[in-house]
């Protein structure tokens, strides 16, 4: 039995020089005074060796456009989209006739030829967002193409000066000063004094901040806690409802016939649908 077992320990020996032998060629990593040492090298997807030093770290902006929160900049914040569906032949049609309107125009111009006539969604369309843009909204469309059909998504965002425009006609509520903490729960407090116990008495961890505030205006921008951060000044909700307020004021038709807004459209099927960003 003993001498089964020292044979037993040798062969574990041997294989553990084995592999102190193997990592000095292939290292997962080690345990030293209590830290992890990375390996010197990692295998890629397609086996190759890839040197540590060569992995790169992923910048803000870059997680930022995986987000998908963002334009393709990566810094302009999307409020709102915009979506429409086409067939992809539809698709391959409008791109063939935009990319050629400029010779086309001439032509028909040359030869007293009518130019065709765009179907009405997509004068609708063309008129809402060159209307957005007016407005002062900034827009940049994307799209996503299947073998049937094509997936069309208009991204809205609000520049500083039309939120601050519009969070003063809309009388949004700015913070002034913060509240000072009173920790002070009258209940809590008469029962404590009647020597009963407060079986719903719970500490609430992270409580928020309450504000003085008052109504936005911007000759009192000084004024307003944190309004040197633009992107962080006014809130995620406060943008989205002035994106909603400027698409339902913006004409896509004749005004005399009530062609204002975006819940039209949709109500038309021009869009598909109309959703702000999370």
């Keep these: 039995m003993l001498r089964k077992g020292s044979e037993m320990q040798k062969k574990d020996k041997e294989v553990l020089l084995d592999l102190d032998y193997e990592g000095s060629i292939k290292s997962y990593g ?5 830290s992890f040492s990375a ?10 060796m890839v040197d540590r030093d060569s992995i790169q770290i ?22 709102f989209v915009l979506v429409w569906e086409t067939s992809s032949q539809e698709s391959r049609q ?26 009405r969604p ?24 299947n073998e049937s059909r094509t997936i069309h998504f208009l991204k809205l965002n609000v520049p500083w000066e039309v939120m601050v425009f519009y969070a003063e006609e809309l009388s949004f509520r700015a913070p002034l000063q913060a509240q000072p903490y009173l920790d002070f729960n009258y209940s809590a407090h008469l029962l404590r004094r009647l ?7 719970e500490p609430v961890p992270n409580r928020p ?20 951060d633009r992107e962080n000044f006014f809130t995620n909700t406060q943008r989205h409802r002035v994106a909603y307020e ?23 099927g021009v869009y598909t649908a109309a959703v702000p960003s999370s």
Excluded at 39 to 48: N, T
Excluded at 58 to 65: A, F, G, R, T
Excluded at 123 to 138: M, P
Aim: aromatic residues 8%.
């Design 39 to 48: 390996p010197k090298s990692f295998l890629d997807a397609s086996g190759d």
């Design 246 to 268: 400027i698409l339902t004021r913006t004409v896509y038709g004749k005004r005399k016939n009530a062609q204002v807004g975006v819940d039209r459209l949709l109500n038309e």
């Design 94 to 119: 409008e791109k063939e006739r935009t990319t050629n309107e400029e010779g086309e125009a001439s032509t028909n111009v040359e030869l007293n030829r009518p130019e065709p006539k765009k179907t």
């Design 30 to 34: 080690s345990l030293q005074n209590g």
């Design 58 to 79: 992923q910048s803000k902006d870059d997680i930022n456009l995986q987000m998908g929160n963002y334009f393709r900049d990566g810094r302009t914040k999307i409020d």
């Design 195 to 201: 020597c009963i116990p407060n079986i719903m008495l």
């Design 209 to 228: 901040l309450d504000y003085y505030t008052c109504a936005f205006r911007k000759s009192k921008m000084e004024n307003f806690l944190g309004s040197h």
């Design 122 to 145: 997509v004068q609708w369309r063309e008129k809402f967002a060159r209307n957005l843009e007016s407005a002062g909204l900034l827009t940049e469309k994307e799209e996503t193409t």
